[in-house]
């Protein structure tokens, strides 16, 4: 596989909720995007989709050449990826499933066409295994939700992916403002998922055990250490919480403490009773608001603050920029 050809087409494979962020995204780069998805109605849900998206890529800024008409639609899978340079895989998450499907796409394509897949858990090791001509080329290109407005994109190889594949990956996505981060090993969830898993299981167990309710917590998080994640990363915040002396003074200082705090830590039993117990407590925290209404509200902070992170960033030198 060639490390320098130009993916200039991409096909989305799935036009569902991160199959059709994708296409949003790609087509605000300025590139061309065939999608395909046996579903009913399918091209026109894309469509909406894009369209409503449009007004928030535009806020964040269109590349040149940005255009919702290099948009295809074809429900012919062969079809979609004829001429492609990657293709984004977003089926569902089951294994048998894209095994499959990469068989498939592994003797349509030429080999120097890259197939990532969006998956948020399984692993490529298990999904490449169907495709026995060129595994190497299928990575793991996990965004985050929803992947026009978020910029995180999980790279991760299987055991018989390139280094070629992955740099290629990497720059590539790097190459349309994402920010791409490698995973040296696969782990189930990859990263970001297992994080939110890791703080989901407190905030269960928190509620579970009535020590506050489902507003309180997400306020806690919300308003508290959310709003600092915002900026900077778990590790990079411990730098901080150091004062001066920096990391080694944190771990100095609070390394006992922390450990101390793990143990106590829950694993709440998501029982009938507990599960009606969180949905009652969601209820009551969202009210009368739609779920459109909380995305729009969602949307609406996350723009405003990917538009803050990106004027600091034009306004601090490349050097302080590494800093962050």
Known sequence: MTNTKPI???AIIGTGVIGASWAAQYLAKGLDVVATDIAPDAEAALRKFVDSAWPALERLGLSPGASQAKLKFTADLAEAVVGVDLVQENGPERLDFKQKLYKQLDELLPPDVI???SSSGIKMSDIQSGAALHPERCVIGHPFNP????PLVEVVGGTRTSEQTIQRAIAFYKSIGKKAVRLNKEMPGHVANRLQGALAREVYYLVAEDVLSAADVDDALSWGPGLRWGIMGNMMLNHLGGGPGGIEHFLHQ?????TATWKTLGTPDLTPEVQKKLIDGVHAEIGSRSVEELE???????LGLLELRSNRRKTVSPHKVGAE
């Open 254 to 258: 609070f390394a006992g403490p922390f």
């Open 296 to 302: 729009a509200e969602r949307d609406e902070i996350l």
């Open 115 to 117: 197939i990532a897949s």
């Open 147 to 150: 992947p026009h407005l978020i």
């Open 8 to 10: 200039r087409r991409v």
